[in-house]
C-alpha cells in the first residue's frame, strides 16, 4: 500500500518541503510540499525528478573494481574494503598517513553523517590533503569573514524579505533559487521589493532569468571589484556614510580610505563597462536608501579577485549603516550553531599552515581544489599519493580538467563514493555505492545555518538504500577502522576508539543539537529540540518569524569586537589588480552559465531533465561574433589554458565582449545519458595553481578568463 512521506529536497541551497509517496519500498511519486514553511508548496523540477535518479539504470549500486583495461567489475564490500585497507596501510608504511588525502563535493552540504565522516578522517590522518568544493565556490566568504568579522564562519544574509533596495551582484537567484542565503520563493520575495517601491538591481554580464526581472547593469566578467571598489570610492568622497554606525562598530576607517583610492572612477568605468555616471548613480542610490542588502554569488565569488569583491560587497553595507539592520544584512539564527562552535574552538582557521607546493593558506583545514594536481605531481615528502573522492567530480567541476585527470592518473590508490561512474570516479580503483538523500537520515545542515526564516527539520529515510548501496559515512568509517583510526575530529575520538568506543554522527549532531541555542538540554529545557523529537514531527519546525538583529556584538569575533574595515592583505590585490593589463590574444571574457535543470556537474542522466535536446552551449553577442567572424554553429573557445570546440548562439542578453558557457558538461563513464550528450568541459579552458587562483583565499578563477573565438577547426595561433 502506498504511504506519504514528508522530507526536503537535498539538492540545492532552496532544501525545498517534499511530500514522498512510497509504494513497497519505492518512491513512486515527489511533489512539493504546501505547508512546508519556508518553501510552501514551491519545488522546483530537478527535486521533483529525484526518484529517476535513486532508481536508474546506470547509477552504481555494488562497489565496483577497475580492472586492467579499464572496464570495472563488481565485488563484495569485503573484498573491495579489505583491497582498499591494505593498500592505504601500504601507503601509510611507506609515506605516513600525511599521504593520504581526501576531497569532497558540493552534495556534502545535504549530508551531514557524511561530512562529519570525511571530515574526522581528514583530520584522524592530520594531513593537509583535504579538498573541499568550497574551493570552487565560496572560500572566498570564508576569507572575507576572517579578515572583516574575525572569524570564517561569519555568513550575513541579504534580508530580501525586508529591503529597499537589493544590489545582486553575480547571482542569478530565479534560476539558482538562492545560494548562500536560504529564502523560501526568493523569486517572489525579489517581486516584492519594487512593489513597496524600491529597487532590485542586478550587475550580470548577462540580461539573465533574474535582470529581466528588475534593473539589469551589464558588466564585464571578472570587474566586479572595479564597479564595487568604485562604488565605495564615490560614498568616502562625498561623505554619503553612516559615520555613527561606523564609530560604533568599527575599526580602521583610513585604512578603508586607502584600498578606496585604488579606485579610479574612470579606469572602473573602463574595466567594467559601466559608465562612471552610473557608477555614482549606483552609489548614491544605495547610500539614499532607508534599507539596503548587498549581495553577490557565483559570479562574484569565482573571478581572480574574489575575497576583496566580497569584502567590497559587506564593506558597501557596513558603511552605509546596513549591517546587523532590519532590511539591510542580518546574522542567522540556526537549528545548530555549528559555526558559532566552530569560531569558538578555533576550528574556523584561515592559514595556520600553508599547501606544500603552491604555499596558499588553508582555510578551515582544506587545501584548494586548484592546488591539487600539482600535490600529486610533484615529488618529495608529504606528495600525495592515495585519494578518497567522496560526491565530487572534480574532473569537470575544478579548474583544468586536462590537468585533473592527469594528476588523478598517477595516484598509488584512488577510491571514489559516487553513485554514477563519471569523468572523475572512472579513474578510481574502486566506486563504492553511496545512499543517496532519499535514502538516509538529513538535516539541512548547511541551509539550517543560512536561512531568513530560520527553522529546524530532521527527517528519516524515506527509502531503504537501493541494492548494496551504504551510507557515506559508514563506508567512510569502514575505511578508517581499516586503518586503526576513527572518522571523527572530536577531541579523544582517537583514544576511545583504541577501546571499541565510537560516537555515530547522528548521536555527535544530537549532542550538539540538545546542547545548543535551541536544544531541550537533555530534559532541563521544557520545549527544546531533540533528534528524536523533530524525527517525529512531519515538516519543519519554526524557530523565530525572521533573523534578529541588533546581535552584532555576539557575532564579532576580533580580539577588540570591532569589524576591522582596514585590510593591507586586500591593498595588495587592489595593487595586483591595478598593475594587470588585457591580453591581446585573448580579447574576450568568459563566465559560467548555469541552468535550471542541471545541477552543477551531474543530473545529467535524468531523461526527464534532458528532454528537449539539451546540449552543451556558448553565446556571444551578435557583434563580438560579428568581429570574429564567427556564425551560429561550432565555435572554438581557446584561452592560455587550453580550447574546446562548442556549439555557440548569437544572443544579444550577453554583453559585447563576454563569452556564456554552460557549465558542467563533457561527460564520460558509465552515465550513459549524460555521455550521450556530449559537450565539453568548462574548465578545459580555466587554470589550476596557486598563482592563478584568488591569492587571499584560494578560490578558482572561472569567470573573467580571457578567451579568445574562431570559427571551429580554424587554427587560432
Ligand atoms: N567553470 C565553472 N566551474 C564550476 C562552477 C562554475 O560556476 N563555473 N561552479 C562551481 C561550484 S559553485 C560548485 S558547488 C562545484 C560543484 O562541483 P562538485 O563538487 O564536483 O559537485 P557536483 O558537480 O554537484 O557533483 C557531485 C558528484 O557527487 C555525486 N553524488 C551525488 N549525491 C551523492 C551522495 O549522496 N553521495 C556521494 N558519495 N556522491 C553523490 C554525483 O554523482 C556527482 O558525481 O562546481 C564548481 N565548478
Ligand atoms: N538550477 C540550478 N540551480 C543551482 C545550481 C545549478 O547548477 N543549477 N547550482 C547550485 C550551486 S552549487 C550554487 S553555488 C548556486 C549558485 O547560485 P548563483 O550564484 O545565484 O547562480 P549562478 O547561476 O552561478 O549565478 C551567477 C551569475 O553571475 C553571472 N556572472 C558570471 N561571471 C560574472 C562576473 O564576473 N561578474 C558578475 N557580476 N556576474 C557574473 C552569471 O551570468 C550568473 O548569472 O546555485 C545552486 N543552484
Ligand atoms: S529548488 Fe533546489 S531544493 Fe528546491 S526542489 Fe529544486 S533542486 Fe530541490
Ligand atoms: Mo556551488
Known sequence: MAVEKKTFCGICEASCGLIATVDGGTVTE???????????????????????????????TRPMRRLANGEFAPASWDEALDD????????????????????????????????????????????KHHYASASIDVNNYWAAADMTYGATTVNVLPDFAHTDFALIVGANPVVSHGSLVTTGRIRDVLREIPKRGGRVVVVDPRRTETARMFEHVAIRPGADAWLLGAMLRVLLDEGLVDSAAIERTCSGLDGLRQLAAYFDIDRAATESGIPATAIVELARSLAASPTASVYGRCGASLSRYSTLTKFLLDALAIVTGNLDRRGGMVFPFPM????????AMGLASRGTWTTRVDGVAEINGTAPLACLPAEITTPGPGRLRALITMSSNLVTSAPDSAKSAAALRELDLMVALDPYITETSRLADWVLPP????EREQIPIFTQGQTTEPNAQWVSPVVPPRGEAREDWWII????????????????????????????????????????????????RRNGLSRKKLLSTEGAVTLAESCPVGVLAEKIHTPDGRIRLSQPELIAEAQRMCAETDS??????????REL??????????????????????????????????????????????????????DDAIAVGAVGLTQGWGHAGGWSVAVAAGGASYNMLTPSGGDQVDRPSGNAFFNGVPVAIAPAAVSLR
Request: glycine share 10%; proline share 6%.
Open 30 to 60: 515527489l511533489r512539493p510540499d504546501p505547508d512546508h514553511l519556508s518553501s510552501k508548496g514551491f519545488a522546483c523540477i530537478k527535486g521533483l525528478s529525484f526518484n529517476a535518479v535513486v532508481g536508474d539504470p546506470d547509477r552504481v
Open 84 to 127: 582498499i585497507g591494505s593498500r592505504l596501510r601500504a601507503v601509510r608504511d611507506l609515506h605516513g598517513t600525511e599521504a593520504i588525502g581526501v576531497a569532497w563535493g558540493n552534495p556534502v552540504a545535504w549530508n551531514f553523517t557524511g561530512s562529519l565522516a570525511v571530515s574526522g578522517l581528514a583530520s584522524a590522518l592530520k594531513t
Open 336 to 343: 545548530i550553531d555549528l559555526d558559532g562552535m566552530a569560531a
Open 435 to 438: 545512499a543517496l538523500w532519499l
Open 477 to 524: 568509517d569502514q575505511i578508517a577502522r581499516r586503518l586503526g583510526l576513527a572518522a571523527s575530529a572530536a577531541p579523544g575520538a582517537q583514544v576511545l576508539a583504541k577501546f571499541g568506543i565510537r560516537l555515530s554522527p547522528m548521536t555527535a549532531m544530537d549532542l550538539l543539537l540538545r546542547m545548543g541555542p535551541h536544544g531541550d538540554r537533555f530534559g532541563l
Open 584 to 593: 591581446a590574444d585573448y580579447p574576450l571574457r568568459l563566465f559560467t552559465i
Open 597 to 650: 535543470r542541471s545541477h552543477n556537474s551531474w543530473l545529467h542522466n535524468v531523461p526527464r531533465l534532458m528532454s528537449g535536446g539539451r546540449r552543451c552551449r556558448a553565446f556571444v553577442h551578435p557583434e563580438t561574433a560579428a568581429a570574429a567572424a564567427v556564425n551560429a554553429g561550432d565555435v572554438t573557445i581557446s584561452s592560455p589554458w587550453g580550447r574546446i570546440d562548442v556549439p555557440v548562439e548569437l
